[in-house]
């Protein structure tokens, strides 16, 4: 069973800065890709950035140059570094892990206020 759970989402000025951090549990592979997806209010869920077990990384172009992600195998933890906020990047944030099949955790709420 593979558990995630996010944390370190909250509200926040534009222009500021918030970390999310995403800790995966149980029968982890050691090859695998970790994201971050989210949903803003009304649309669909959508890719900001993912993370392969190598540190190969790829990102939404919305996010580019503003997001950061990162990872540590060894605690089996995804990091998402999030720098100059929009109000437009208000939304559920979603952790993701692929590894044969897809887990997402429950999410975690970014609110950027202008």
């Known amino acids: 069973q593979v558990q995630l759970v996010e944390s370190g989402g909250g509200l926040v000025q534009a222009g500021g800065s918030l970390r999310l951090s995403c800790l995966a549990s149980g029968s982890i592979f050691r090859f695998n890709v970790m994201g971050w997806y989210r949903q803003p209010p009304g649309e669909q869920r959508e890719l900001v950035a993912f993370i392969t077990s190598g540190g190969s990384t790829n990102y939404a172009d919305s996010v580019k140059g503003r997001f950061t992600i990162s990872r540590d195998n060894a605690k089996n933890t995804v990091y998402l570094q999030m720098n100059s906020l929009k109000p437009e990047d208000t939304a559920v944030y979603y952790c993701?892990?692929?590894?044969?099949?897809?887990?997402w955790g429950k999410g975690t709420q970014v609110t950027v206020s202008l």
């Open positions: 993701n892990l692929q590894q044969g099949g897809v887990y």
